[in-house]
T-cell receptor, first 113, second 118 residues
Framework: DQQVKQNSPSLSVQEGRISILNCDYTNSMFDYFLWYKKYPAEGPTFLISISSIKDKNEDGRFTVFLNKSAKHLSLHIVPSQPGDSAVYFCAASPIQGAQKLVFGQGTRLTINP | GAVVSQHPSRVICKSGTSVKIECRSLDFQATTMFWYRQFPKQSLMLMATSNEGSKATYEQGVEKDKFLINHASLTLSTLTVTSAHPEDSSFYIC??????????????FGPGTRLTVL
């Protein structure tokens, strides 16, 4: 049972435009959500997170939106840059600090020059 | 920074042999380390959580006698896949936490180990 789902395995975006990566979850106990970025042959690196008491968190070019009623979150990257090309994973945790992360399958983002 | 290394990065072994994978936190002490596995086009699945000096906590469905975890020091955890079989072929990735649970986003991931069992 896939509790965290990223239904788009890949996404291609023009440089300078907005990239929108989506993630859906099924477990209503999830309270904290994170996005990780992964380059080939490297481990995932933390990008941005959001707790369920918020519906938006912004950090530079990255913004995460959370819609609890729809059990949906999205990551917006604007403007997209070639260095953003990577695999993006969303992850969820029952409570902040619980550390047990449930990951989605990942979305490969390619930024075209 | 917080760097986590894994060794080896890639290993090929024969069916029935055991393989040990090391996870090291290079510039910080890790009170907690995590082991994940990832099958192609699937998500990272948590296998077990280990705290230094104590027994690992395994996730449901993960055989503790098959996947031996040792967290003997604050900078090293090892995962041994015993009597490996082709179905154990996967990408194994570890992460380490500095604080032992205060902030979820302080999990630092290693680069992963690709295990292929022939």
């Amino acid at each position: 049972d896939q509790q965290v789902k990223q239904n788009s395995p890949s996404l291609s975006v023009q440089e300078g435009r907005i990239s929108i990566l989506n993630c859906d979850y099924t477990n209503s106990m999830f309270d904290y959500f994170l996005w990780y970025k992964k380059y080939p042959a490297e481990g995932p690196t933390f990008l941005i997170s959001i707790s369920s008491i918020k519906d938006k968190n912004e950090d530079g070019r990255f913004t995460v939106f959370l819609n609890k009623s729809a059990k949906h979150l999205s990551l917006h990257i604007v403007p997209s840059q070639p260095g953003d090309s990577a695999v993006y994973f969303c992850a969820a945790s029952p409570i902040q600090g619980a550390q047990k992360l449930v990951f989605g399958q990942g979305t490969r983002l390619t930024i075209n020059p | 920074g917080a760097v986590v290394s894994q060794h080896p990065s890639r290993v090929i072994c024969k069916s029935g042999t055991s393989v040990k994978i090391e996870c090291r936190s290079l510039d910080f002490q890790a009170t907690t380390m995590f082991w994940y596995r990832q099958f192609p086009k699937q998500s990272l699945m948590l296998m077990a959580t280990s705290n230094e000096g104590s027994k690992a906590t395994y996730e449901q469905g993960v055989e503790k006698d098959k996947f031996l975890i040792n967290h003997a020091s604050l900078t090293l955890s090892t995962l041994t896949v015993t009597s490996a079989h082709p179905e154990d072929s996967s990408f194994y990735i570890c992460s380490a936490s500095k604080t032992g649970g205060i902030n979820t986003d302080t999990q630092y991931f290693g680069p992963g180990t690709r295990l292929t069992v022939l």
